[in-house]
Structure formats: C-alpha cells, structure tokens
C-alpha cells in the first residue's frame, strides 16, 4: 500500500485481486485494507507486523529516518494504491473498508477523512475500529460523528489507551453506552465485528462481551442481531 517502488505496490494488487475474487465467491460484502508503518528503517518490529503477534506500542518503536524521506510519495502511494484497490472492488460490486492504526501511516480521523477527499471513490469507506482510536486517544464517539456516513463497518473492543490490547467489551475506557446511543441515533443497522485480538481466555471475554452488549442494547432498545 506505502512501498515507494512501484513494481512492488503493482504485484501487491495482484494479490489483491485474488483476494477480492476469493471475497466475491464468499459472498465478503465488504473487503478490508490496512494502511501499515511508513517505509523508513525500523530500529525494532514495526507496529503491525502480521503472523508473529507482535505488537509494540509507544517507545517501544524506534526509527531511522533516511536523510532524504520525503513523506509527499508516501502518501502518494497510499492515494494511488487506494484508488486502484477501489476500482478492483468496484468491477464486482464490494465496497473497500480501510483501517487505522497506531503508527501508521493513517493513524487518526482527520487522517482518514484526508484520505478519502483524495481518493475520491464512492466505495472506498472506513472500518472503524474502537480501539485504535481509543489508543489514538480520539473521543470514540465524537469520531462516529465526524466518519457519519463514511464507515462500511464497525469493529469493537474496549480499550486501555495506555496500550493498543482489545479489551471484552466494559473491561476498558470506552463509554459504550454514549456509544451506542449515537449509533442508534444515526440509524445505524450495519455490522458490529467484536475483536478481541489474541486473547487468551477467548470464549470467556466473548460471552462477558456479548452479556454487555445485550445489557446496553436493551437498556437504550437499540436492537442487536446475533
């Protein structure tokens, strides 16, 4: 999505077209991207470095920046790749769902709505995640407000925003309850994916998440499809 060489962002979208037939034969309503760490020399892991559960977040991260980076083909590359993934979801009617993340390249709300201004693809939305924002220390639901009509999905967990874990739902600091009364508010009847990330006591933290949900749903009789 970020290389700065083009060769590599080309045979990337090749994956990404078998991914997006493997969605279309799945019946996928919605196809996920990730815009990952900025191409510079990492000291450590990066931030999201799938398969090896690692994970680092604030200081723990450390960088060389290259004494001619220049972020401009950077983004760039983050715009063009977007669009092509887009276009790619569009020949089969997907909608592409893109997610931040702590020390990526689109970290934040304004970020995000940067990004699609400049994408400019009527299918390219948000996945919002609950809990990257929560490490990003957005207000969660004032960033519902502000992403109102331009999030494809939503992706919860509670969230200790001195770190990036994904907490059983009411285990962290989120307000869910005002959450989900600006959910209801805006009619919202899409996807709520809970994330519980590696969790090692799975089921448990499942079953106290969806007691939780279940609890707020009835309270503020907004109504959850299980």
């Not at 972020?71 to 887009?86: E, F, K, M, N, T």
């Not at 200790?160 to 209801?184: M, Q, T, Y």
Request: hydrophobic share 40%; with cysteine.
């Amino acid at each position: 999505m970020v290389s700065l060489n083009p060769t590599t962002r080309h045979e990337a979208l090749g994956v990404f077209k078998l991914g997006v037939e493997i969605g279309d034969l799945l019946g996928a309503e919605t196809l996920q991207l990730a815009t990952y760490a900025p191409p510079v020399r990492y000291l450590h892991a990066k931030t999201r470095q799938f398969g090896n559960g690692n994970h680092p977040f604030g200081d723990s991260m450390r960088i060389h920046t290259p004494k001619r980076f220049d972020w401009g083909p950077v983004w760039h590359a983050l715009v063009d790749s977007s669009q092509r993934c887009a276009d790619v979801a569009a020949e089969r009617g997907k909608t592409v769902a893109i997610e931040p993340g702590v020390d990526e390249v689109i970290s934040s709300v304004d970020a995000l709505l940067r990004l699609m201004e400049q994408v400019r693809r009527k299918n390219f939305k948000a996945n919002f995640n609950t809990a990257h924002f929560s490490a990003e220390r957005e207000n969660i639901s004032l960033a519902l407000t502000r992403l109102r009509g331009k999030f494809a999905n939503v992706r919860i967990s509670d969230s200790d925003p001195s770190n990036n874990g994904h907490l059983p739902i009411g285990d962290g600091a989120i307000d869910w309850r005002e959450f989900f009364r600006v959910l209801k508010n805006m009619k919202y009847n899409g996807y709520l994916g809970l994330d519980l990330g590696r969790s090692k006591s799975l089921c448990e933290d499942y079953r106290k998440s969806l007691a939780h949900l279940k609890s707020l749903a009835s309270e503020l009789r907004f109504p959850i499809e299980i």
